[in-house]
């Protein structure tokens, strides 16, 4: 199954069919999901399917489906879910369903031991659930990236709340420095998930690495990285 072509395909689905999905389909989904692989294995992320009454949030689509993503509040908590959870959301694309990130839509129950971060719905989608790249409304690398590295398109192609893009590239000898934006103090309050966007494109240039035949590595905390671009702050560097 090849997630990486499907960056260049899937779209955000708000439009679904209203009957459930099978069974059996679900069952493959989860899965899936058992197959995913971590950014870093040692942050706990969690999850758990949903139906429509036992999710809550405003602008809620009305999908038969919902994965409700969690995880204790520790370092990198968001960046790690959303590089954990867009393969799932490629993957749905690929199986022909539809899917959509959903910022504020969280569970009605809290889970045990962890608190709900947001959630993906899903299901069978309206119309066509992909896209061709000229469809994409994306900043273009000039506006996301310093350097030049084949990598990043895929990381342009990357989902975000809004599409605000909320990251910054740094492309030198072979490394890819990786940066989220710091929101002003008001737009804070409306929108936190920088980091985790920055995790959705880091799923992609693990796919991208992959599909040039490299091995994905990513390592935080380091000191010898060009300083952050105004308004941004390091988050980690792909060296593989």
């Not at 499907?6 to 899936?32: C, G, H, N």
């Not at 129950?109 to 299901?123: H, V, W, Y």
């Not at 309050?189 to 995790?199: C, I, Q, S």
């Amino acid at each position: 199954m090849n997630l990486h072509n499907q960056i260049f395909l899937r779209k955000s689905v708000r439009k679904y069919q209203a009957e459930p999905l099978e069974a059996s389909t679900l069952q493959e989904i989860a899965d899936f999901i058992g197959t995913m692989r971590p950014l870093l294995p040692e942050v706990s992320i969690g999850h758990r399917f949903a139906v429509p009454r036992e999710v809550k949030g405003m602008l809620t689509p009305k999908a038969p489906h919902f994965v409700v993503i969690s995880g204790e509040a520790q370092p990198y908590r968001d960046l790690c879910a959303g590089f954990l959870f867009q393969q799932l959301d490629l993957y749905l694309s690929v199986r022909g369903l539809g899917a959509c990130w959903l910022g504020v839509t969280k569970g009605r129950e809290k889970s045990t031991g962890a608190s709900d971060i947001l959630s993906i719905c899903f299901g069978a989608p309206v119309g066509d659930g992909t896209r061709t790249v000229d469809a994409f409304k994306r900043k273009s690398l000039a506006e996301i990236s310093t350097g030049e590295d084949s990598r990043l398109e895929a990381a342009r192609l990357a989902p975000s709340g809004r599409n605000l893009q909320p990251w910054h590239f740094i492309a030198a000898g072979g490394l890819i420095h990786v940066y989220k934006e710091i929101p002003g103090k008001l737009w804070a309050k409306l929108y936190n998930l920088e980091e985790l966007d920055a995790g959705i494109a880091l799923c992609h240039l693990a796919l991208a690495t992959e599909a040039e035949g490299g091995t994905f590595r990513f390592e935080t905390g380091r000191q010898d990285v060009p300083p952050a671009p105004g308004g941004f702050i390091y988050v980690g560097t792909v060296t593989g």
